[in-house]
């Protein structure tokens, strides 16, 4: 059976992992936890990009070889992962033979099939970007940051066809409108295809470049990053095995915006279609994260936000709340550290932290640490139930369309009604009236359900929150949101120890560098 198969882009192997690199997997986490409680079977790719000339620089700076260098760029990228929770069923490196070999049957095929022919070229390359670049590329006179130094360059090289593709990538873009989300991403694809594609220059001379991929067919050339690394989410599901097709095509694509054009949506599609491959079914395209008002994130300004800071002093689950509370997808976002703190202490100190806790606190005190079952049903229970049942409907709908900060939104919202209702039904005054005794039990089990179903609801952003209520509800952790429903199945189970979701944080002892707004 096809799994529902999902890949991120994967990191280059020369910098540490910063807020980029953890939202794009905590994004692609959470949509792949929600399509697991929808009981899809999935498969969860995430990985290390680790040839070409940035690498090799990075790795002479430091005077290592370059394996060396990604060994350990590999370790804290994994450990980011774990650090961050991120349930990835796999983890590709460019460098495994798994995926070499896979590059080198694809360059064979073409090379065999014409597709790939040698030439002279003179023109403009960009040292930063790794590739040719042409005059139209400058804008307003000059060329882009990203593109670094801009040299001449007469080489002779080996060329991918990709011009050949160019209509059949137009037609195809156009009859598959859901190809690209969000669909204005789609449009600057068919934007950018109006002016004439150049083939691709697929390899680089060993004379300039020694760390990557050799050519199969000539071993004075190494292959070229992008044609490397893109062939990863192919490479790591068994291509060419009769297992292929139970993961490929990938269902969701989840990259930045930076690298849709033309590396996801040109090179990638053509050199599928090339290949006799199917395309990818969804190209997922989130913003960026900026600082300090819209600055980008760069080692020399020093702005650089390192969540592993973050997920050690507020927790994993804190961090990944706020970047997918905050981030539309598809839009840029701001990143700062008072914002952080303020959604920290109001959304989960105070709002979901503290109904858990004093609801554990009465349910200890008022009823022996056992969930009652609820004798009583007025508008007010009735109320939060069907707002809890509203909020499984939209929250559901929510994550199958990216949309976490609205998701979220509804799970609050319950969170914080479940609050009020406390509040009018005020427990400890009707635990002074012996004759209310089926109505205090009534208001704390009703609460605890609708505190169990934000839980449920919470376990794509927050997992391990969502495990620590449910233990400490004594509730039954193995919820599919298929059968999640208002019910009775609180009733009677033990409360499991008790234990402070969100600390509050004393700023004055705090290790954080402060981060100007
Ligand atoms: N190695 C290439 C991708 C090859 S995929 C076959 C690459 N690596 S990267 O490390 O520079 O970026 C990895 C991902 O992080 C990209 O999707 C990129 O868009 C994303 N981000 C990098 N900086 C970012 C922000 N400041 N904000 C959000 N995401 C950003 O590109």
């Known amino acids: 059976m096809k799994n529902f198969y999902l890949t991120t882009a994967i990191d280059y192997a020369n910098g540490a992992p910063h807020i980029g690199h953890a939202y794009e997997k905590i994004l692609s986490d959470a949509i792949i936890r929600s399509r697991r409680l929808e009981g899809m079977a999935c498969h969860f790719l995430t990985g290390l990009d680790e040839h070409g000339q940035k690498v090799q620089e990075t790795a002479d700076k430091q005077g290592v070889e370059p394996e060396q260098l990604c060994d350990g760029v590999a370790e804290k990228f994994q450990a980011l992962c774990r650090n961050l929770n991120i349930s990835n069923d796999d983890y590709i490196r460019t460098t495994q033979r798994r995926h070499t070999e896979v590059v080198g049957r694809i360059l064979m095929d073409f090379h065999g099939r014409g597709e790939i022919y040698k030439a002279e070229y003179r023109g403009l390359y960009s040292v930063r970007a790794e590739r040719f670049v042409l005059e139209r590329d400058r804008i307003d006179g000059h060329w882009p940051e990203d593109f670094g130094e801009v040299v001449e360059l007469c080489e002779t090289n080996y060329f991918f066809r990709l011009s050949k593709y160019q209509d059949w990538l137009i037609d195809f873009l156009r009859s598959h409108e859901d190809f690209i989300f969000p669909d ?5 694809v068919l934007e950018f295809l109006r002016e004439p594609l150049n083939d691709l220059c697929i390899s680089r001379p060993k004379a300039r470049l020694r760390w990557g991929i050799e050519l199969p067919f000539d071993g004075d050339y190494v292959t070229y990053v992008w044609f490397d690394a893109l062939i990863n989410y192919i ?3 068994g291509y060419g095995s009769e297992h292929f097709s139970d993961r490929w095509p990938a269902d969701i694509q989840v990259i930045g915006k930076d690298i849709l054009v033309p590396a996801h949506a040109v090179y990638w599609p053509i050199m599928l279609h090339a290949a006799g491959i199917p395309p990818p079914r969804k190209l997922l395209v989130h913003g960026w994260w900026l600082v300090r008002g819209g600055e980008k994130m760069s080692k020399s300004l020093g702005n650089v936000v390192n969540p592993l800071d973050y997920a050690g002093s507020y927790g994993a689950d804190a961090f990944r709340y706020f970047v997918l509370r905050e981030m539309v997808v598809g839009q840029d976002s701001n990143f700062t550290h008072e914002l952080f703190l303020s959604h920290y202490t109001a959304d989960l100190a105070d709002d979901l932290g503290n109904l858990l ?12 640490g056992i969930i009652p079952a609820v004798e009583l049903e007025e508008t007010e229970e009735k109320n939060l139930r069907s707002l809890a049942e509203t909020a499984i409907s939209r929250v559901r709908i929510h994550c199958g369309s990216y949309e976490f900060s609205l998701a979220l939104e509804a799970i609050f919202e319950l969170v914080r009604e479940t609050n009020r209702y406390v509040e ?6 009707l635990a002074q009236n012996p004759a209310a005794g089926p109505a205090l039990r009534s208001s704390l089990a009703t609460a605890a359900e609708a505190l169990r179903i934000g839980a449920a609801l919470l376990i794509p952003v927050m997992p391990g929150t969502a495990e620590k209520i449910f233990r400490q509800l004594g509730a039954d952790p193995a919820v599919r949101w298929l059968d999640l429903c208002w019910g009775t199945s609180l009733a009677g189970k033990k409360l499991g120890a008790g234990e402070v979701l969100f600390p509050k944080i004393l700023e004055a002892n705090h290790a954080l560098p402060q981060m100007p707004a």
Request: with cysteine; aromatic share 12%; proline share 4%.
């Open 235 to 237: 490479s790591a599901v």
């Open 424 to 429: 009018r039904r005020s427990p400890w005054k």
């Open 184 to 188: 204005f991403r789609r449009k600057q």
């Open 357 to 368: 806790s004093r609801l554990i606190h009465m349910l200890g005190r008022y009823c022996g």
